[in-house]
């Protein structure tokens, strides 16, 4: 009777671990991939306007810079 309970204890604490081990199924990888392309181009799109808003960043300073120096200019020649 022993070995029968100590038999059937091990089976029921074998029987519980098998559960946890699931493998994934193709829906989840394929979802995992949409969400991982999904990303690419969100991060790749926050790039690109990040880039953008630099060069016009850019582009703003040099024009501001030449509007400055051409008043500069101007005032030196009303100076003299």
Do not use: F
């Not at 070995?3 to 559960?19: E, N």
């Not at 991982?36 to 501001?64: A, F, S």
Request: overall charge positive.
């Amino acid at each position: 009777m022993k070995k029968l309970l100590s038999l059937l204890s091990v089976l029921t604490i074998s029987g519980t671990a098998v559960p946890t081990t699931i493998a994934a199924s193709p829906y989840q990888k394929e979802e995992k991939l949409n969400s991982e392309i999904n990303y690419l181009q969100t991060n790749n799109l926050e790039t690109l306007n990040r880039n953008k808003r630099q060069l016009w960043g850019d582009q703003l300073m040099m024009l501001l810079y030449i509007i400055l120096h051409k008043i500069i200019e101007a005032n030196l020649i009303y100076l003299r």
